[in-house]
C-alpha cells in the first residue's frame, strides 16, 4: 500500500505543486474574478472577467485577511473586491469614500466633502459603446468629483426611493464607503454599510475576456484585455 502511495504521489507531484503555487498566487498575489452581477454596469458587465491586483496595498497571507505588510491605502476612485459583511460572498464596487471623507447622496447627486458633482449626460454613439443591454432603459452619465471620473447608470423608471439619497454621513477611520455604478441595482454600503480596510483584497485592474451570458455565451471581443475605467 505504501509503495502504491509513493509511486501515485511520484508521478502527480508536479501536478499538485502547480496547483498549490496557483492558489497561492491567486490568493496573495493575483485573480481573475468572474463577475455574476449587474451592479457595476457600466463599467463592468455581467460575464467580464476582471483581473485584480492583489499587491496593490499589501501583502497578506494565502487564503486570510491577515496583512503582512502594507505599502498603501486604496484611494477614492479605486475599484475593489472584498469579502460582504452579510454572507462573505466576493463583491466588486467602487471606492467612493476614504476614511473621513463627508458623504451625502442627493437624489442620485453624490456630494463629497461639500463639493457636488457634476452629471455630463453621454451621447448615443458613447453609449453605444458600452455594449449596455436594453441600454434605451436608463440614462447614462458621467459623473465627475474631486478630480476623479467614471460612468454610472441610472433607471429612467425608477422612483425616488431610500437609495437614492442618504443624508451628510462622515466615514469612519479605517473603513471605505463602496458603491455600485449602475446605482440603482447595487447592493453596496447604502445597504451593508462601510467597508473595513481588512476586508479589501485588491485593485480590479483590467477585464482578461468576456462573454456575453444573454446571447449564447459569444465572446465581446472588444472588451478582452482592456483597462477598466
Known amino acids: 500500500m505504501k509503495s502504491r502511495f509513493e509511486k501515485i504521489w511520484r508521478e502527480w507531484r508536479g501536478f499538485a505543486l502547480f496547483i498549490a503555487v496557483m492558489l497561492i498566487f491567486r490568493s496573495a498575489i493575483a485573480d481573475w474574478n ?6 457595476m454596469i457600466p463599467s463592468i458587465l455581467v460575464g467580464d472577467r476582471i483581473v485584480v491586483d492583489k499587491l496593490a496595498y499589501d501583502l497578506r497571507i494565502p487564503f486570510t485577511l491577515m496583512r503582512i505588510a502594507s505599502w498603501s491605502d486604496p484611494e477614492r476612485g479605486d475599484v475593489v473586491t472584498f469579502p460582504s459583511p452579510e454572507d462573505e460572498r466576493l463583491l466588486v464596487k ?4 476614504i476614511p473621513g471623507d463627508v458623504i451625502e447622496l442627493d437624489n442620485n447627486e453624490l456630494i463629497i466633502n461639500g463639493e457636488r458633482a457634476t452629471y455630463t449626460p453621454l451621447d ?15 440614462r447614462f452619465y458621467r459623473e465627475s468629483i474631486l478630480g ?26 479605517d473603513h471605505f464607503l463602496m458603491m455600485g ?26 477585464i482578461a475576456f468576456s462573454f456575453d451570458y444573454k446571447n449564447y455565451y459569444i465572446p465581446r471581443m472588444n472588451r478582452f484585455f482592456e483597462d477598466l475605467p
Do not use: C, W
Open 34 to 39: 468572474h463577475v455574476p452581477s449587474g451592479s
Open 94 to 97: 467602487r471606492i467612493v469614500g
Open 124 to 138: 448615443a454613439e458613447q453609449i453605444a459603446r458600452l455594449s449596455v443591454d436594453d441600454a434605451h432603459r436608463y
Open 148 to 173: 476623479d471620473e467614471r460612468y454610472i447608470m441610472l433607471h429612467k423608471s425608477r422612483y425616488p426611493s431610500y437609495a437614492n439619497s442618504f443624508k451628510p454621513t462622515r466615514v469612519p477611520p
Open 181 to 206: 455604478d449602475n446605482r440603482d441595482n447595487s447592493r453596496d454600503s447604502r445597504v451593508i454599510g462601510f467597508i473595513e480596510r481588512e476586508r479589501i483584497l485588491g485593485r480590479a485592474e483590467s
